[in-house]
T-cell receptor, first 111, second 116 residues
Framework: QKEVEQDPGPLSVPEGAIVSLNCTYS??????FMWYRQYSRKGPELLMY????GNKEDGRFTAQVDKSSKYISLFIRDSQPSDSATYLC???????????FGSGTRLQVQP | GAVVSQHPSWVICKSGTSVKIECRSL??????MFWYRQFPKQSLMLMAT?????????EQGVEKDKFLINHASLTLSTLTVTSAHPEDSSFYIC????????????FGPGTRLLVL
């Protein structure tokens, strides 16, 4: 079983739609949960990070963590064509101090 | 704030030559820097972690004699791919962390390496 599972997509939605991106993980040692956005041929950009179960909101983005189910989500409201990118979930356990990434979900928002 | 730069952004070299990639934190001091490699349509894979002034810690399967990492200052880390081969062609990305807890890493724009 992979440590992190993430649907690669591509996920295509119309502009204005609500987007739901998800990752599951198996490592109970993961303590920090992050979402990064990566445009083609660019480095990842941190969108959200959290360390507890529950929801965290930042503008159009909401990160959700369910530690009991080992499941994290990123919701994007009112999606825009500029949101078209690959979204990577990332995890860190404090003991190892390095990020473990999901494979990324490619999102396309159609105007 | 928290800007990380990489140089060069892309490089083409002949097989057998060495290539150096620089990673700089422009507006903060990076206690730790990380080097990742990303193949097309795949996720980032950690290669090594480096702390300023000490030897880098390499991930299992990464040859430390082939991928030389130097973290000489709190704002600069370099990755040298020695005797590069076509299979080393990839997208190399660095990240830097400024906090003690290291929960946030800021990524550079990446360097695309093509070995002919």
């Amino acid at each position: 079983q992979k440590e992190v599972e993430q649907d690669p997509g591509p996920l295509s939605v119309p502009e204005g739609a609500i987007v739901s991106l998800n990752c599951t993980y198996s490592n109970s040692a993961f303590q920090y949960f992050m979402w990064y956005r990566q445009y083609s041929r660019k480095g990842p950009e941190l969108l959200m990070y959290t360390y507890s179960s529950g929801n965290k909101e930042d503008g159009r983005f909401t990160a959700q963590v369910d530690k009991s189910s080992k499941y994290i989500s990123l919701f994007i409201r009112d999606s825009q064509p500029s949101d078209s990118a690959t979204y990577l979930c990332a995890f860190m356990d404090t003991g190892r101090r390095a990020l473990t990434f999901g494979s990324g979900t490619r999102l396309q928002v159609q105007p | 704030g928290a800007v990380v730069s990489q140089h060069p952004s892309w490089v083409i070299c002949k097989s057998g030559t060495s290539v150096k990639i620089e990673c700089r934190s422009l507006d903060f001091q990076a206690t730790t820097m990380f080097w990742y490699r990303q193949f097309p349509k795949q996720s980032l894979m950690l290669m090594a972690t480096s702390n300023e002034g000490s030897k880098a810690t390499y991930e299992q399967g990464v040859e430390k004699d082939k991928f030389l990492i130097n973290h000489a200052s709190l704002t600069l880390s370099t990755l040298t791919v020695t005797s590069a081969h076509p299979e080393d062609s990839s997208f190399y990305i660095c990240s830097a962390s400024r906090g003690q807890t290291q929960e946030t890493q800021y990524f550079g724009p990446g360097t695309r390496l093509l070995v002919l």
